[in-house]
């Protein structure tokens, strides 16, 4: 099993630009959630899903989008990149509600000039 | 105060010796409670749940406190190896019990 799989591990965005942070995972987990990490802080919860085709917000939503199309894919959309979403990104996922293990992807190192 | 609150450290200890940081949380419903360890620039990962009896494994021991609302978690006999970030994290609970509460993390130092 691969596990949780984050894509791509470094991106360096101008201002203003979009992508897709893509996250999957192989073992069949329900619960899936995309977390921010920054000096100083604790991981903050910027959107999560319990099952394909549900999603719901987290903490910090605010200039992200996700979907849950497949129970394996959980990608994460900034719609116009600002320099204060320079961040740590980590995907995670456990079987069924947070409280059980928490599996994490290697992260994404972004970068938004 | 803080939904969950730790101290940044870092602690500087030699190795071999004895090592205690705490986390304090605000919410006084919570059921369940986790030890993550970080390596630097990895992901977290899992060290230990806390249930309300304790839990123990191998030099690790963690603890509740649920009358002053803390987890202490206490290495014995510790290895360069356990040189990392120790997170903290509880369950939102309530209508948001999908949620985890993570806090900014204790750094551990182990000097030879």
């Known amino acids: 099993n691969a596990g949780v799989t984050q894509t791509p591990k470094f991106q360096v965005l101008k201002t203003g630009q979009s992508m897709t942070l893509q996250c999957a995972q192989d073992m069949n987990h329900e619960y899936m959630s995309w977390y921010r990490q920054d000096p100083g802080m604790g991981l903050r919860l910027i959107h999560y899903?319990?099952?394909?085709?549900?999603?719901d917000q987290g903490e910090v939503p605010n200039g992200y989008n996700v979907s849950r199309s497949t129970t394996e894919d959980f990608p994460l959309r900034l719609l116009s990149a600002a320099p204060s979403q320079t961040s740590v990104y980590f995907c995670?996922?456990?079987?069924?509600?947070?409280?059980?293990?928490?599996?994490f992807g290697p992260g994404t190192r972004l970068l938004v000039l | 105060r803080k939904e969950v609150e730790q101290d940044p450290g870092p602690f500087n200890v030699p190795e071999g010796a004895t090592v205690a940081f705490n986390c304090t949380y605000s919410n006084s419903a919570s059921q369940s409670f986790f030890w993550y360890r970080q390596d630097c620039r990895k992901e977290p990962k899992l060290l230990m749940s806390?249930?309300?009896?304790?839990n123990e494994d191998g030099r690790f021991t963690a603890q509740l406190n649920r009358a002053s609302q803390y987890i202490s978690l206490l290495i014995r006999d510790s290895k360069l190896s356990d040189s990392a970030t120790y997170l903290c994290?509880?369950?939102?609970?309530?209508?948001?019990?999908?949620?985890?509460?993570w806090g900014a993390g204790t750094k551990l130092i182990i000097k030879p």
């Open positions: 995670a996922s456990s079987y069924s509600l947070p409280g059980e293990t928490q599996y």
């Open positions: 806390v249930y309300s009896s304790g």
């Open positions: 899903s319990v099952g394909a085709g549900i999603t």
């Open positions: 994290v509880i369950p939102r609970g309530g209508d948001s019990n999908y949620q985890l509460i």
